[in-house]
């Protein structure tokens, strides 16, 4: 009998930790969506590299417009945030490569004077923060 709950103890903590497992892999994937939107209504703001629109990060604007910059600050903010969770979560290469990516289409604002010396790299942790420094040393492909 001593055996038998042994057993049934053993079972039921790895159903519970696949159950969690499960769950982080379902909230990662919901936070990769939510950004995937955010980009689908903000092309602009999605990949600056594409150049569709201007952007001067000296004086904060976007095609001239100081709100957009602020729209744009607050995008880039909420992929970081997702990226974050995501790989606290999800600490896979699958998920290091796309989160790789995405810091790279914003390379140019992530590396600017503006963004360095702005204190919100302070609310990330020092691995996240090492994360993007290593992900942001590798030269950006071009499209095509």
Known sequence: ???????ALIYAH??????????????????WRETLRLAFDNPK??????ALADFNYDEMT???SKETFQKYELFVD???NAS??????LPTKEWDSAVRLQLKQHRAYLLSTHFQ???????YTPRFRA???????ETPKHHA
């Open 14 to 31: 790895l159903q519970i930790s696949e159950g969690r497992k499960a769950e982080h892999r379902a909230n990662g994937n919901e936070l």
């Open 117 to 123: 010396t702005s204190g919100y790299l302070e609310q």
């Open 84 to 89: 974050e969770e995501i790989l606290q979560v």
């Open 45 to 50: 703001l999605a990949d600056p590299t594409l």
């Open 62 to 64: 976007i095609d001239g």
């Open 131 to 137: 994360f993007m420094h290593d992900a942001l040393k």
């Open 78 to 80: 909420t992929i970081l």
């Open 1 to 7: 009998m001593g055996v038998a709950a042994v057993a």
